[in-house]
T-cell receptor
Framework: QKEVEQDPGPLSVPEGAIVSLNCTYSNSAFQYFMWYRQYSRKGPELLMYTYSSGNKEDGRFTAQVDKSSKYISLFIRDSQPSDSATYLCAMSAGTQGGSEKLVFGKGTKLTVNP | EAEVAQSPRYKITEKSQAVAFWCDPISGHATLYWYRQILGQGPELLVQFQDESVVDDSQLPKDRFSAERLKGVDSTLKIQPAELGDSAMYLC??????????FGPGTRLTVL
């Protein structure tokens, strides 16, 4: 079992839809949870990060973390064609012996159709 | 807006040749990371530097890969000799706080 599982999709929605993206994980040491957006042939762009459990909202984006279920979500409201990209979840246990590596999911490819 | 710079953006090489990638992190970021991303997968850490010191290189194939950050600023990742399976995107990231890592545009390597 991989440490982080993410459905690769693809996911196709109409413009204006609410999008829900999810990841599950197995390592209970993870404390920091990130969502990155990656356009084709570009580097990942940090969208949001959350520490421990709870919700965080930034504009049309809401990140949720449920540590008891080892489950994280990203919601996109009023989705736009410009949101079409691959969304990667990433997690970190913080500094463990100095390493702060992020463990990524495979990414979910999202297409928002006009 | 400060960004992580990488060069080259694209590299095509033949197997058994040597290749090198360069990264310049965001100014003031002491931590620098090299990740490899195979098509359809998430990035995987190859090496992490804190200033000029290696913190984590447990996933770096040391028989052919090397990385350095001599003055604690920019960094070079080298592969010698390149193999077909090394074809991937090589991403550099930097951070001030470890959980907020900012990525560069990547170098797409194709090994023929």
């Amino acid at each position: 079992q991989k440490e982080v599982e993410q459905d690769p999709g693809p996911l196709s929605v109409p413009e204006g839809a609410i999008v829900s993206l999810n990841c599950t994980y197995s390592n209970s040491a993870f404390q920091y949870f990130m969502w990155y957006r990656q356009y084709s042939r570009k580097g990942p762009e940090l969208l949001m990060y959350t520490y421990s459990s709870g919700n965080k909202e930034d504009g049309r984006f809401t990140a949720q973390v449920d540590k008891s279920s080892k489950y994280i979500s990203l919601f996109i409201r009023d989705s736009q064609p410009s949101d079409s990209a691959t969304y990667l979840c990433a997690m970190s246990a913080g500094t463990q012996g100095g390493s702060e590596k992020l463990v990524f999911g495979k990414g979910t490819k999202l297409t928002v159709n006009p | 807006e400060a960004e992580v710079a990488q060069s080259p953006r694209y590299k095509i090489t033949e197997k058994s040749q040597a290749v090198a990638f360069w990264c310049d992190p965001i100014s003031g970021h002491a931590t620098l990371y090299w990740y490899r991303q195979i098509l359809g997968q998430g990035p995987e850490l190859l090496v992490q530097f804190q200033d000029e010191s290696v913190v984590d290189d447990s996933q770096l194939p040391k028989d052919r890969f090397s990385a350095e950050r001599l003055k604690g600023v920019d960094s070079t990742l080298k592969i010698q000799p390149a193999e077909l399976g090394d074809s991937a995107m090589y991403l550099c990231a930097s951070s001030f706080r470890g959980y907020e890592q900012f990525f560069g545009p990547g170098t797409r390597l194709t090994v023929l």
